[in-house]
């Protein structure tokens, strides 16, 4: 905890009636250090209310600079009569990089909490001192999440909310603690179990009743290796691997809702397809271009498409499990990350479900650097593969992009994807060594027999690899424990 620099900045929500919260969220982002050592940031955060029809006022203390641009409060999505959704952010210009705390509290979450929860308050802890590893303020994790999550009281269920942090530290999540005044209680629900690596998981009641429950984490970002955080008067701290550097609340609730027949996905409780990103993706899109982002999912009454995202994100639906989410960044966002979660919602018999949470994060500009077909430094006088491949009927041979590092082998994994000369990522490199790696994530099917085919495969593998863009000198070995190296003498 930031003790010794924490002014108060308080959001106060007005005009409010009872029972009507359902969470929030709260992360920050530096925005510019300037010479004079004063420091914009941004303040990002999420009200969850029964209603659209509430508002808000910022009030602040100590070290909280001037206000300089605000976002109102806009709708990113609503369930008329459950929940609604906004987005808001302030920019603030600090004097100094001194860090301070955020609170939220009010009264009172919806009715029937079953964890006893009333009262609302949440906490966020800002910490702008420049990091020694990377010379820049530290920046908050990255995460969002929907109002309420549905989950049918008969089955067995993990939620993997997203945790990202732009600087690359380990994000971790606790339930808050009352002793820190981190929540008004801060009694956990009984029906879930949390991992420090930010999943719940859910421990089925068989309940036929909608039983909502008030969840109320804390995620911190911990540094990978020892950092030194330096104040604009020059006076420093140590952050071990064990310290956390920052914090932000994590709110909403959980409705465990009756039995569902079949906890199958894709009867009642909608499942993902393809080409539906994966959770915990990272997306790019330069700003000012619109990204896209296609999901699809089956059930047997698919009603809708929920999610958390930029207040500006379009939603569509081209039909039933047919959705998409577009938005377009800003000038201004450059080199931000937002964070996009959603669920598909079904209807049986009056009864409403969810499919599993996904979250993806959306950077703005920084895309990994594109290069044309791999060629190898002239200093490099052999490049090895060591490629994990399985044998099984027609030959298909798929791979991942491509990158380098200075190792001398790789065993990778056999997952695969399309090579192609406009989707390679070459990391940076140290100076050159004997030998690079590069590595590629390949699956290799055939019906081939590996015994009297050998030569026939190896062929088969050289051409399609030549295709993707390797040398046309490469040579390749099958090995017996099926993996497969490739080596060239290309300069």
Known sequence: MLLSLVPLLLLMVRGSQATHFLGTMMTYYPEETHADGSVSVILRYKLNFVSCTHSDTWQCGGNCGTQTQTLALSVVDEVSGEWCQREGAITRLLPNNTGFETVLAGGDWISNIQNGIVSWRAVTDVELRNRSDNGKPNTSPQTTILPALRIPSNCPKTINLLAFDPDGDEVKCRYGNTSDSECNPCTPPSVLSLSSSCSLSFNPTNSSAELPYAVQLVMEDFPTQNITLTQTNGSQEVKTTSDAISKIPLQFVLKVGP???????????????????????????????????????????????????????????????????????????????????????????????????????????????????????????????????????ALNVTSRPTTMTPAVNATLLPTFAILNATDRTLAPTSAPGPEYVIALNIKVSTTLSLDSDSNTIINLIKNKLVDEGLPSDISVRLLSNNQVVVTTASP
């Not at 909608?270 to 089956?298: D, K, M, V």
């Not at 498409?305 to 960044?329: A, E, K, Q, R």
């Not at 800003?330 to 049986?348: D, I, K, L």
């Open 259 to 393: 039995t569902v027949p079949s906890c199958t996905e894709g009867l009642y409780l909608p499942r993902f397809l393809s080409p539906t990103p994966s959770n915990r993706a990272q997306l790019y899109t330069p700003a000012g271009q619109a990204l896209e982002i296609t999901i699809r999912a089956e059930a047997a009454n698919i009603t809708g498409l929920l999610y958390s995202g930029p207040h500006n994100m379009v939603n569509d639906s081209s039909g039933s499990g047919n959705f998409s989410l577009t938005w377009t960044p800003s000038a201004s966002e450059e080199g931000q990350s937002h964070p996009v979660c959603f669920v598909v919602q079904s209807s049986v018999f009056g009864t409403l479900y969810h499919s599993d949470l996904r979250c993806v994060i959306v950077t703005v500009g920084n895309t990994p650097i594109t290069q044309p077909p791999i060629v190898v430094p002239p200093t490099v006088p052999s490049t090895t593969a060591l490629i994990n491949s399985t044998i099984s009927p």
